[in-house]
């Protein structure tokens, strides 16, 4: 069983692609997951300028790529399931490169707005806000 589920801050905007032949979307973006360290070892891993999350490279396809690059950015905190692939390639130096990466099946918002204290940015366009009265049920 290949299954991943992994909940983490982006560290920048996706990367937003479309292949030549089929205009098919991929988005690429990494993802910071911290370690589940207690408070003691924690500061352990700060005084000795150690990792206190591991960054995880995220790929996703399609219409979920579009939509994770639409509506997530820079520090936004998501979830992701998918699975691990592993891949290899020869770099321009001849070296053997080996790649982990995530490719999302699904990618799920944990935070909207714009991080600017503005929290009307979870807007989409067609949608508006309405007052308690005017909701239908």
Do not use: C
Request: hydrophobic letters at 35%; aromatic letters at 10%.
């Amino acid at each position: 069983m290949n299954n991943v589920v992994l909940i983490g801050r982006l560290t920048k905007d996706p990367d937003l692609r479309y292949l030549p032949n089929t205009g098919t979307a991929v988005a690429n973006f990494t993802l910071a997951v911290d370690r589940n360290l207690s408070k003691e070892k924690r500061a352990e891993a700060q005084e000795k300028g150690q990792a206190e999350a591991d960054f995880i490279r995220i790929v996703a396809w399609g219409k979920l790529a579009e939509n994770v690059a639409n509506f997530t950015n820079k520090g936004r905190l998501v979830a992701v399931t998918g699975r691990i692939q592993t891949g290899s390639y020869v770099d321009k130096d001849g070296k053997k490169v080996y790649t982990t990466e995530v490719f999302a099946n699904y990618v799920e918002f944990l935070e909207w707005g714009n991080n600017k204290g503005d929290d009307t940015d979870y807007l989409i366009d067609g949608f508006h806000e309405v007052e308690g009265e005017e909701i239908p049920f």
